[in-house]
Nanobody, 124 residues
Framework: QVQVVESGGGLVQSGESRRLSCKMV????????IAWFRQAPRKGREVIICISQDSESSVYEHSVKDRFTISRQNGANMAYLQMNNLKPEDSGTYFCAVRRPSLCSNEASLYRYWGQGTPVTVSS
């Protein structure tokens, strides 16, 4: 049974940094492409950033460019979302999702396994 589990969310002050973690259980993360999605209150789930099997990253949400970085540590079956200079509009529940094809996609329906989400609240 493949699972992905996020951790690292919480309450942070505007301007601070936070690192979210995504752990895969039940398979080798090296075989999967990983994306982070965000769902703000009363809004839909949107893809923000992705990293392919060969570690090529794609930023889909312009507002996080140059502030958020995605990385993967295949040996530990872990992926990370480093968030710097956080802003109140970054608040929401962050989801890690994986797909088996090697390339990133901004289409949520193409991701096979999802975590339960970890909430991030950025206070001003």
């Amino acid at each position: 049974q493949v699972q992905v589990v996020e951790s690292g969310g919480g309450l942070v002050q505007s301007g601070e940094s936070r690192r979210l973690s995504c752990k895969m259980v039940g398979d080798s993360l090296s075989l999967w492409t990983i994306a982070w999605f965000r769902q703000a209150p009363r809004k839909g789930r949107e893809v923000i950033i992705c990293i392919s099997q060969d570690s090529e990253s794609s930023v889909y949400e312009h507002s996080v460019k140059d502030r958020f970085t995605i990385s993967r540590q295949n040996g530990a079956n872990m992926a990370y979302l480093q968030m710097n200079n956080l802003k109140p509009e970054d608040s929401g529940t962050y989801f890690c999702a994986v797909r088996r094809p090697s390339l990133c996609s901004n289409e949520a329906s193409l991701y096979r396994y999802w975590g339960q989400g970890t909430p991030v609240t950025v206070s001003s």
